[in-house]
């Protein structure tokens, strides 16, 4: 099973801020790695699927990139309603798996 | 707009059953390839499983933790998804949350429209 190893565990950080979250997976999965955002009670959003694509809806200041193993998440200027955990999720082969999840909290 | 709802949720004790549903509506259900997904309380994510559309070979995958004891089924005449769980365990304790596949040119992309979720309690 390919394991997917998310940094930090929890952030905390002010509205504006610049948020960056890495995945690194233990073997290659190519392009194929989506991020989630999820609020307490809710259930998990796409923000980003193949690494880099925006899902439609989410707004520009989220973006991903990288390929491989090693991946990273960036919210470019932190708005209130960004608090919230997020997941990175390998696509590319049986079993899917999940990263741990960042934790974004208000300084 | 797409729209998953899960029910069929409660308490069970070890060793017992329960099925789950997740009613679709929004898309063309038949042709949407279905995921579950659970997640413990305070924890990560966790895929149980995944059904393809029957154009696809309506073929099933399952989590090994799973593997054996659950079964996804759909009934595309009633646009419903299900998860038959057998021999309980505590650690099936979770919230369920049913998911549509974005699968594009045969690859798997993301979980693109979620349920709200069902939660599972398994305890004597």
């Known amino acids: 099973d390919i394991q997917m190893a998310q940094s930090p565990s929890s952030v905390s950080a002010s509205v504006g801020d610049r948020v960056t979250i890495t995945c690194r997976a233990s073997q290659g999965v190519g392009n194929l790695l989506a991020w989630y955002q999820q609020k307490p009670g809710k259930a998990p959003k796409l923000l980003i699927y193949?690494?880099?694509s925006l899902q439609s809806g989410v707004p520009s200041r989220f973006s991903g990139s990288g390929s491989g193993t090693d991946f990273t998440l960036t919210i470019s200027s932190l708005q209130p309603e960004d608090f919230a955990t997020y997941f990175c999720?390998?696509?590319?082969?049986?079993?899917?798996?999940f990263g741990g999840g960042t934790k974004v909290e208000s300084k | 707009e797409v729209q998953l709802v899960e029910s069929g949720g409660g308490l069970v004790e070890p060793g017992g059953s329960l099925r789950l549903s997740c009613s679709a509506s929004g898309l063309t259900f038949s042709n949407a390839w279905m995921s579950w997904v659970r997640q413990a309380p305070g924890r990560g994510l966790e895929w149980v499983g995944r059904i393809k559309s029957k154009t696809a070979g309506g073929t099933v995958e399952y989590a090994a933790p799973v593997k054996d004891r659950f079964t996804i089924s759909r009934d595309d005449s009633e646009n419903t998804l299900y998860l038959l769980m057998n021999s309980l365990k505590t650690e099936d304790t979770a919230t369920y949350h049913c998911?549509?596949?974005?699968?594009?040119?045969?690859?798997?992309?993301?979980?693109?429209?979620w349920g709200q979720g069902t939660t599972v309690i398994v305890s004597s």
């Open positions: 999720q390998e696509t590319h082969s049986f079993p899917i798996t």
């Open positions: 998911a549509t596949y974005m699968v594009r040119g045969g690859s798997f992309y993301g979980l693109d429209v």
């Open positions: 193949a690494a880099s």
